[in-house]
């Protein structure tokens, strides 16, 4: 330490800021002493910034240990700080820069009781505090005004930072925030709502569950922290040496980097604003509606059984009906209890829909278990029943490094959006064929082929919204208002627009609301325009998997769900976004099998063109060796999807 204090030369260490500020004040800067509560995840980092400005001397306070789920974004969390103090850690990595550093640790945090002593002494204080700890906030904040001290907060808001200055003799953070008398939720949409009055961020929340108040957890980023303290330590600097506009509450700054946006705040009486008071209405209600539930923390995983389980989870089914529960029976070996949805289903009336989506967790098993050092041997018990298959599987230690589609499991997913339609390159449908093995070929549609593939899902999705038993699974399938569902689809994974996604929310209640639709409002045409004609068209290709023989026994559907698996991971490594599109091929197999699927005529009727249709596509083979069809295409990634039921809720015993 003594070697570091005696090589370590200031005027050296800080030479480069000299320009942006004069010689003179760079002392000026050495010589004052800011005080941060909470050096975690945006305090760490102005510490940090604020000692390479050559800051010379720190109060810092924080009462927390390091933990793994600081990482993302607080500069002292690492492997090796987990476990200790912030504090300790904060000063060690500051002194590392900076060894004549004078900082005064409070590692009991900042309380009731030592807010004098934290603020003795101190030009500046900048908020570092836990968004959702506001009783001390308020108290650090009244202290400075008090005592004549100059605050910042800068708040880490989604890929943005919302800042706010409060100095002496001006606006006070309670003039500002009014939280007096206030419930602690209430006060913490009035700080949220104060802070950032035009709620920018809100645009790009990409998983909504993950925002609620009363969880005291809340998303955040690192570039937020970063831009934080880009910002609190340029005020910093303004307000120390006295340079240059400081902006203060009422006013405030915006800026976000996701949106390319900087906006100007000004809320004169701050949440006591006319605009900030109905926002605040608003708001409330729509979080009491949302409540207050917790995000349930899914217990650790022990055994390698478990972890593969987990994983296979992700595996796809039609309607997300996962129609499989898993029997543990010991470490290495687990039984798979499938039961085929034949009995409710319209889409799944011989079974053959279910049996692809178990092939398809067969071969999710033997993916993840390549992640083990394992490989998974099945053996389907011929004595089940077609409908209940009950297939053992047995993990045995392999050689062979882990598969190259592992890490894709949990990020394949159905993408029912339009796609742009850039041509598949010749490497990516080589690697899409080669993966399915010399027993399969794809047919691809594309270029101008893809209108007429687009007129017949249009004719197939008329059977879908006419059909009396098409309405009741439908009605069973999507979970309205939902933006992931554990056990369906939620209503904005299935592709409507808003208007058309009311519409069919009102028509689902009934049967009779669907007919009426139906027969006086053209009411098939939307859906149809948007969920078959429109994705039929924007892709870049759609494709057939083509068995070399026909598929008649559960084997061959359960083979056949394994490729489409390995062809579905191929394409989602590949950056691909992918939509079964798997009616056509049912209805066409109705037909072929003299299934009377629907009591509708004209359904069956149009079932029968369908068919006609579809097999000009299959290269003179019969639709049985037909295994599965779709889409495949460019796009970003759908922001609404199925997830799936825990795994504890997919044991038959929960695992120990
Ligand atoms: C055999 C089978 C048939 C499917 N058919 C369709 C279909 O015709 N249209 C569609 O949009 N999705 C279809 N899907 C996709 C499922 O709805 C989807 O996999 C499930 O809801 C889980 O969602 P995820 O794929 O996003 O994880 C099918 C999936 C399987 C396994």
Redo the contacts with the bound molecule.
């Keep these: 330490m003594n070697n570091h204090l005696q090589e370590f030369n200031y005027q050296d260490a800080f030479s480069r800021n000299i320009g942006w500020v004069t010689e003179a004040e760079q002392q000026v800067l050495q010589s004052k002493r800011v005080a941060i509560a909470g050096v975690g995840g945006v305090g760490g980092v102005h510490l940090l910034t604020l000692t390479r400005l050559g800051i010379g001397n720190f109060n810092i306070a924080d009462l927390d240990i390091f933990e793994q789920g600081n990482f993302n974004r607080q500069a002292g969390a690492f492997m090796h700080t987990v476990g200790r103090q912030k504090v300790e850690v904060m000063e060690e990595m500051a002194k590392g820069i900076n060894p004549s550093l004078d900082i005064q640790s409070f590692a009991n945090g900042v309380s009731f009781d030592n807010i004098d002593a934290f603020l003795d002494g101190v030009d500046l204080y900048i908020d570092g505090l836990d968004f959702f700890v506001l009783d001390i906030r308020r108290a650090v904040f009244a202290a400075c005004a008090e005592k004549g001290i100059p605050a910042i907060t800068a708040a880490p808001l989604g890929m943005g930072t919302a800042f706010l200055n409060f100095l002496p003799g001006k606006m006070t953070f309670e003039e500002y925030f009014r939280l007096e008398g206030r419930s602690a939720e209430e006060q913490q949409l009035l700080f949220m709502l104060g802070l950032s009055p035009l709620i920018l961020q809100k645009k790009y929340l990409a998983d909504h569950s993950r925002v609620r108040f009363g969880n005291k957890k809340a998303p955040s980023t690192p570039m937020a922290c970063e831009l934080c303290a880009g910002v609190a330590a340029t005020n910093a600097l303004k307000i120390l040496l006295r340079r240059g506009d400081v902006v203060a509450a009422p006013h405030g700054l915006h800026f976000d980097a996701y949106l390319n946006v900087l906006k100007k705040t000004w809320r004169p009486w701050g949440n006591n604003n006319p605009i900030q008071k109905l926002m605040f209405l608003v708001a409330k209600r729509f979080i009491d509606k949302a409540g207050a539930s917790e995000i349930e923390e899914a217990p650790p995983l022990l055994t390698p059984l478990e972890r593969v389980l987990d994983k296979a989870r992700?595996a796809?089914?039609?309607?997300?009906t996962q129609p499989w529960k898993f029997e543990i029976l010991d470490d290495a070996s687990f039984r798979i209890h499938a039961s085929d949805t034949r009995d409710w289903c319209f889409y799944d009336l011989n079974g053959q829909?279910s049996q692809?989506?178990v092939g398809?967790l067969l071969e999710t098993i033997s993916i993840a278990a390549s992640g083990e050092k394992l490989a998974a041997k099945f053996t389907r018990q011929a004595s089940a029943p077609e409908d209940k298959p009950v297939i053992d599987v047995e993990l045995v230690p392999s050689d062979q490094g882990p598969s190259p589609l592992l890490p894709y499991i949990p990020v394949?997913?159905?993408n029912?959006r339009p796609f742009q339609s850039t041509p598949l390159t010749s490497i990516q449908k080589r690697e899409l064929e080669q993966c399915l093995g010399s027993d399969y070929k794809v047919i691809w549609i594309e270029g101008e082929h893809r209108k007429q593939m687009a007129k017949l899902l249009f004719d197939s999705a008329e059977i879908r919204l006419t059909t009396e038993e098409g309405y009741r699974v439908h009605s069973q399938i999507i979970e309205w208002d939902k933006q992931f569902s554990e056990t369906k689809?939620p209503d904005q994974?299935v592709g409507f627009d808003a208007f058309t996604l009311k519409l069919m929310r009102w028509s689902m209640q009934s049967w009779q609301r669907v007919q009426f639709l139906n027969k006086y409002l053209a009411g098939t045409l939307a859906p149809r325009i948007q969920l078959d004609l429109l994705p039929g068209r924007k892709c870049s290709a759609h494709f057939i998997l083509l068995a070399k023989n026909e598929l008649t026994d559960i084997d061959d559907f359960l083979a056949g769900g394994r490729l489409l698996q390995r062809f579905w991971l191929t394409a989602t490594k590949l950056g691909l976004q992918f939509?079964?599109?798997?009616?056509p091929l049912i209805f066409s197999r109705y037909v072929a099998d003299g299934e009377p699927f629907t009591e509708n005529e004209n359904a069956r009727a149009t079932a029968k063109q369908v068919a006609e249709n579809l097999s000009g596509f299959l290269e003179g083979a019969n639709v049985r060796r037909a295994a599965y069809m779709g889409r495949l295409g460019h796009g970003p990634m759908p922001q609404a999807?199925?997830i799936r039921l825990p795994l504890a809720a997919l044991c038959t015993r929960p695992p120990a």
Excluded at 579 to 583: D, F, W
């Design positions: 992700w796809p089914s039609g309607d997300n829909a692809i989506a398809a394949r997913c159905t029912r689809i994974a939509q079964p599109e798997m009616t999807r199925s």
